[in-house]
């Protein structure tokens, strides 16, 4: 029987410390930090993705603003509503969910977005940023996962870990906050030869590849942690993960649940960074 890695949990540990720093915050400075989320479209899973990081940042005590801006919304008026924002001292973080519709381009509006302000940790300067190590804001589904492997006590140092999915959201920067917790990482894709044979090498397994069920028994070591990055419906609408939860578990020495593993803790590493972006403000 694998340890449940209980996100939801943690997630409330987390966030009360960050509601205590943000107490602290408003008592120093006289103002809340403020996150603006712009959301173009009609999306139903982004639509619902955005009214909890809105229903977030009220519990922790953050002034939050959501701006809804029609799918006919023009690139110019999107970068010309981003402009606004990054003038606006009282916003800290802005952050445009994706994916934006097909006529707007994301690299323009990702790059519209300064790093000092940047809370999902997108623009090429944060990047580059986590590249070398030398970081302020961590992209939050990667930065959840450490977390929840540090509140387990699981130290990546010196084990296999192996990374399914190489998006630049997810894959591509686990990896390399893998890698500077000193673990040997391996990132797979589609064009990986003999996946099963490379999921069996790990002894931590990470799967972000948004594909039901698509991680079985057979892939994975007896022992592994696995951690579940995906957010899928089946097909009687219910959410799952990644991850065939009945036929891994068994395995595993310790897994995410979907939901109510990684999911928390992805808006949690919003609400940090969001924090962290009021807190450099502040000290200029
Ligand atoms: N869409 C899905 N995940 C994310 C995320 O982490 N940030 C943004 N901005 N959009 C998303």
């Known amino acids: 029987m694998a340890v449940l890695i209980d996100g939801k949990k943690i997630a409330a540990e987390v966030r009360g410390e960050i509601m205590a720093e943000t107490q602290a915050f408003i008592k ?3 103002y809340a930090p403020g996150l603006t989320v712009i959301i173009v479209g009609e999306n139903p899973a982004s639509q619902v993705y955005v009214r909890n990081k809105k229903k977030a940042c009220e519990e922790v005590g953050f002034a939050s603003e959501v701006i809804a801006l029609p799918e006919s919304t023009t690139e110019e008026e999107l970068l010309a509503r981003i402009d606004a924002l990054v003038h606006n001292d009282s916003v800290h973080g802005i952050l445009v969910q994706l994916p934006l519709p097909k006529h707007i381009s994301e690299d323009a509006v990702l790059r519209a977005i300064p790093p000092h302000k940047d809370v999902d940790a997108f623009h090429a ?7 070398i190590g030398d970081f302020d804001y961590l992209p939050c589904t990667p930065a959840g ?7 387990e006590n699981i130290d990546p140092a010196g ?8 998006s630049n959201i997810v894959g591509k920067p686990m990896g390399m906050l893998l890698l500077h917790a000193n673990g040997t990482v391996t990132i797979c894709h589609s064009r990986t030869k003999n996946l099963a044979e490379v999921t069996r090498r790990a002894d931590i397994l990470v799967v972000a590849v948004g594909r039901a069920g698509f991680i079985t028994g057979d892939m994975v070591k007896e022992g592994a942690v696995v951690i579940d990055v995906g957010m899928n419906r089946n097909a009687e609408g219910k959410l799952c993960g990644d991850v065939d939860f009945a036929s891994v578990e068994p395995k595993a020495s310790a897994i995410t649940p979907v939901p109510g593993g990684v999911g928390p803790m992805t808006i949690t590493m919003l609400l940090r960074n969001t924090l962290t972006a009021a ?3 502040a000290a200029k």
């Open 145 to 151: 996962v450490m977390e929840l492997l540090k509140h």
């Open 279 to 281: 807190q450099k403000a």
């Open 125 to 131: 300067e944060n990047v580059g940023h986590i590249m």
């Open 159 to 166: 084990k296999e870990c192996v990374v399914v999915g190489r």
């Open 28 to 30: 120093a400075n006289g």
